[in-house]
């Protein structure tokens, strides 16, 4: 089965700081692997995805993802936090064919400092 | 524009009683599907369904129900077998294979239902 694994539960940043938000998964295959973005109350935004090729991905508002098969990671980099990025980020792991079925992490809440 | 609608957005739900959520979809999807969201937990799968009149458990199926008679729509049923059903629910749908005819391969979300137990 699949899983993903999100190890900070809480991060904290200042604005205009970078940002890694970290996510391992376990999938017996190369997995599709996406990011999202979440407001509180709200729905999921897509951040970005890797399917295969290239395996930085960029995303949208600035965010940019690295794919790194020997590690089992797919961590979210942004060079310059802005205050509304404040959010919770949730990694998720798709199982290709036609069983799809993704599996989140648990999420990292983000808090940006003025 | 194609989207999902979830409603309501707020449910009340005394203790004992069963509750309908809605989800409602007008991208052409085949498959959706129903998550439950608890702080810490990130999202958790309930149930699924690729087809009409066809679906699956999830990982956390117990004290829910689905039905899935029309493509559109797929309501989940939160019953009073549920014994911890306060939660933030999020429906969402797919093309059932990654990339379909049409370059649709993502997965859309709706806004989400949050439930308490009164």
């Known amino acids: 089965a699949q899983s993903v694994t999100q190890p900070d539960i809480h991060i904290t940043v200042s604005e205009g700081a970078s940002l890694e938000l970290r996510c391992n998964y376990s999938y017996g295959a190369t997995p599709y692997l996406f990011w999202y973005v979440q407001s509180p109350g709200q729905g999921l935004q897509l951040l970005l995805k890797?399917?295969?090729?290239?395996?930085l991905v960029q995303g949208i508002k600035g965010f940019e993802a690295e794919f790194k098969r020997s590690q089992s990671s797919f961590n979210l980099r942004k060079p310059s936090v802005h205050w509304s990025d404040a959010a919770e980020y949730f990694c998720a792991v798709d199982r290709p064919g036609s069983a799809r079925q993704l599996t989140f992490g648990s999420g990292t809440q983000l808090t940006v400092l003025p | 524009d194609g989207g999902i609608t979830q409603s309501p957005k707020y449910l009340f739900r005394k203790e004992g009683q069963n509750v309908t959520l809605s989800c409602e979809q007008n991208l052409n999807h085949d498959a959706m599907y129903w998550y439950r969201q608890d702080p810490g937990q990130g999202l958790r799968l309930i149930y699924y369904s690729q087809i009409v009149n066809d679906f699956q458990k999830g990982d956390i199926a117990e004290g829910y129900s689905v039905s899935r008679e029309k493509k559109e729509s797929f309501p989940l049923t939160v019953t009073s077998a549920q014994k911890n059903p306060t939660a933030f629910y999020l429906c969402?749908?797919?093309?059932?294979?990654?990339?379909?005819?049409?370059?649709?391969?993502?997965?859309?979300f709706g806004s989400g239902t949050r439930l308490t137990v009164v």
């Open positions: 969402a749908s797919s093309p059932l294979y990654l990339v379909d005819d049409r370059g649709d391969y993502g997965y859309t």
């Open positions: 890797y399917f295969s090729g290239d395996t």
